[in-house]
């Protein structure tokens, strides 16, 4: 466990636990700085604060490519990830924050990890 309930990041982090405790790994991270604020995981192949770093220079990419295209007014909401057997999502907050979720497709659909993190994206606001 990588984190407090101490702080609005960790608290996110124990919500989305409650409402997916099979999740293989989640983790609220800061945008500017690639930080992970706090993670877990349930796996001990998939390290959620190295992926924090990385995934972070997915969400910049595309909103530099955003703006090449000048996509005026559009925000980015989530980013999708599909593996063979893995769903990865990048739910982006208001306030340079996202938080980063690893299920496995064949226990959570993708629609209620959306929602989950949907429902919780809003606390880091």
């Known amino acids: 466990m990588a984190y407090s309930t101490n702080n609005a990041a960790g608290k996110v982090i124990q919500e989305i636990l409650n409402?997916?405790?099979?999740?293989?790994?989640?983790?609220?991270?800061?945008?500017?700085?690639?930080?992970s604020l706090a993670s877990h995981t349930n796996s001990p192949s998939i390290n959620p604060d190295t992926a924090a770093a990385y995934n972070t220079e997915v969400?910049?990419?595309?909103?530099?490519?955003?703006?090449?295209?000048?996509?005026?007014?559009e925000v980015i909401e989530d980013i999708l990830i599909t593996l063979s057997n893995q769903i990865h999502l990048l739910k982006l907050a208001e306030n340079n924050k996202f938080?980063?979720?690893?299920?496995?497709?064949?226990?959570?659909?993708l629609a209620i990890a959306r929602e989950v993190l949907r429902n919780?994206?809003?606390a880091l606001n």
């Not at 409402?19 to 930080?35: K, R």
């Not at 969400?59 to 007014?73: D, E, F």
């Not at 938080?99 to 064949?106: F, G, M, P, Q």
């Open 19 to 35: 409402d997916l405790p099979q999740l293989v790994a989640v983790a609220v991270v800061d945008t500017n700085s690639g930080m």
């Open 59 to 73: 969400v910049k990419q595309k909103q530099k490519a955003m703006a090449a295209l000048k996509l005026t007014g």
């Open 99 to 109: 938080i980063y979720l690893v299920v496995n497709s064949r226990d959570t659909n």
């Open 120 to 122: 919780h994206a809003a």
